[in-house]
T-cell receptor, first 115, second 116 residues
């Protein structure tokens, strides 16, 4: 079964607008971590934000925030004030348990920011 | 601070050959993980090394192997290459294995392997 689901098709976003990328996950573990990465055309995976399953507050990192709804098993990424440099693939990932760095990735969302 | 360095960045091999990819983690990081990225299967976990020990292994055949050295640098090897092994191979490093408050796991730019 797929652990991470990202189902939105490619998105076009107007510069300076906010965009929300959906991510749902499936796990029976109580302890897990959720990640969002950005992958521009160069191929490098750029870490954006992390949410631990026991974190009570939604994570924020600059223009990135994670809308964590534990009961619904969703971890949506919100990018505020989109910039042209935000055009990339965005991946949601999950680590189950604590003592490992084994991530399960979703298929990704393509975002294109237009001026 | 230097990031994760992967070499070579691009390489072309033929079926049946073997290949070795190298990953130098961020200084001080002791965990190195490897991932394979293909258009069809997406990003898939290969294995993780921590302090020279393999901690986790993904669902890949035995042709895929790896190791980690005492300076935390890691190599992965693919023997008897198949066309389906064509992929972007990404390495990620972290100072520890597992949960941290920030969950930082940093990736390199990858090694793009083409098998002809």
């Amino acid at each position: 079964a797929q652990k991470i689901t990202q189902t939105q098709p490619g998105m076009f976003v107007q510069e300076k607008e906010a965009v929300t990328l959906d991510c749902t996950y499936d796990t029976s573990d109580q302890s897990y971590g959720l990640f969002w990465y950005k992958q521009p055309s160069s191929g490098e995976m750029i870490f954006l934000i992390y949410q631990g399953s026991y974190d009570e507050q939604n994570a924020t990192e600059g223009r990135y925030s994670l809308n964590f709804q534990k009961a619904r098993k969703s971890a949506n990424l919100v990018i505020s004030a989109s910039q042209l440099g935000d055009s990339a693939m965005y991946f949601c990932a999950m680590r189950e348990g604590r003592r490992n760095n084994r991530l399960a990735f979703g298929k990704g969302n393509q975002v294109v920011v237009i001026p | 601070k230097a990031g994760v360095t992967q070499t070579p960045r691009y390489l072309i091999k033929t079926r049946g050959q073997q290949v070795t990819l190298s990953c130098s983690p961020i200084s001080g990081h002791r965990s190195v993980s490897w991932y394979q990225q293909t258009p069809g299967q997406g990003l898939q976990f290969l294995f993780e090394y921590f302090s020279e020990t393999q901690r986790n292994k993904g669902n890949f055949p035995g042709r895929f192997s790896g190791r980690q050295f005492s300076n935390s640098r890691s190599e992965m090897n693919v023997s008897t290459l198949e066309l389906g092994d064509s992929a972007l191979y990404l390495c990620a490093s972290s100072w520890t294995t597992g949960t941290t408050r920030t969950g930082e796991l940093f990736f390199g730019e990858g090694s793009r392997l083409t098998v002809l």
